[in-house]
């Protein structure tokens, strides 16, 4: 079973700070993508990486796939309180139709002024 | 340009009332449509996809069912609601293959 496991689960940090958030899994994927949900809103997608050990960049936000496509990263320099959302990556679900993602649980960050 | 609208936004209903949510794609022909739920701000649990009208995948057995009455329509229904169906509802479209859904705004629904 393909699972994303994302850490950490909460992150609450000064404006100005920089962050690391995570996700992992023990499958290979052919692709991932990042999403960003504020509350009571649709997750937005940011990014989405195909090439392992691609990284992409979006103003202040760094995404990275793992060599061996079976992680990603996504850093944020200078973090600001516009950031705060649940951070969502996701990924193509093998074991269903054409277009299916599964997504992780998210880290939900919270940058204050 | 392609668009998504879903609805209502909010929606507090009694148990063992019925439910209809209602999701509408603009812009694009034959897409992929999803229909997502969210419990507590967290992951997502796909419910069900289609890819054509009349065609229906369900995920996970539950009280809800959902139909494809037209192209860019995707309905989510339920007979009889059950407190644990409350939850954010996120409707869904992808082009082609697994590169980035378009969502919705979503139906925050409380059943009480």
């Known amino acids: 079973t393909q699972l994303l496991e994302q850490s950490p689960q909460f992150l609450s940090i000064q404006e100005g700070e920089n962050l690391t958030v995570y996700c992992n899994s023990s499958?290979?994927?052919?692709?991932l993508q990042w999403y960003r949900q504020e509350p009571g809103e649709g997750p937005v997608l940011l990014v989405t990486v195909v090439t392992g050990g691609e990284v992409k960049k979006l103003k202040r936000l760094t995404f990275q796939f793992g060599d061996a496509r079976k992680d990603s990263s996504l850093h944020i320099t200078a973090a600001q309180p516009g950031d705060t959302g649940l951070y969502l990556c996701?990924?193509?679900?093998?074991?269903?139709?054409?277009?299916?993602?599964?997504f992780g649980k998210g880290t939900k960050l919270s940058v204050k002024p | 340009s392609q668009t998504i609208h879903q609805w209502p936004a909010t929606l507090v209903q009694p148990v063992g009332s019925p439910l209809s949510l209602e999701c509408t794609v603009e812009?694009?022909?034959?897409?992929?449509l999803y229909w997502y739920r969210q419990a507590a701000g967290r992951g997502l649990q796909l419910l069900f996809y289609?890819?054509?009208?009349?065609?229906i995948s369900s995920e996970v057995p539950q009280n809800l069912s959902a139909s494809r009455p037209q192209d860019r329509q995707f309905i989510l229904s339920s007979k009889k609601l059950l407190l644990s169906d409350s939850g954010f509802y996120l409707c869904?479209?992808?082009?082609?293959?697994?590169?980035?859904?378009?969502f919705g705004s979503g139906t925050r629904l409380t059943v009480v």
């Open positions: 996701a990924g193509p679900n093998y074991g269903g139709s054409q277009g299916n993602l599964i």
């Open positions: 289609s890819v054509g009208i009349g065609q």
């Open positions: 812009g694009t022909s034959n897409p992929n």
């Open positions: 499958s290979v994927f052919s692709s």
């Open positions: 869904a479209w992808n082009p082609t293959g697994p590169y980035g859904y378009t």
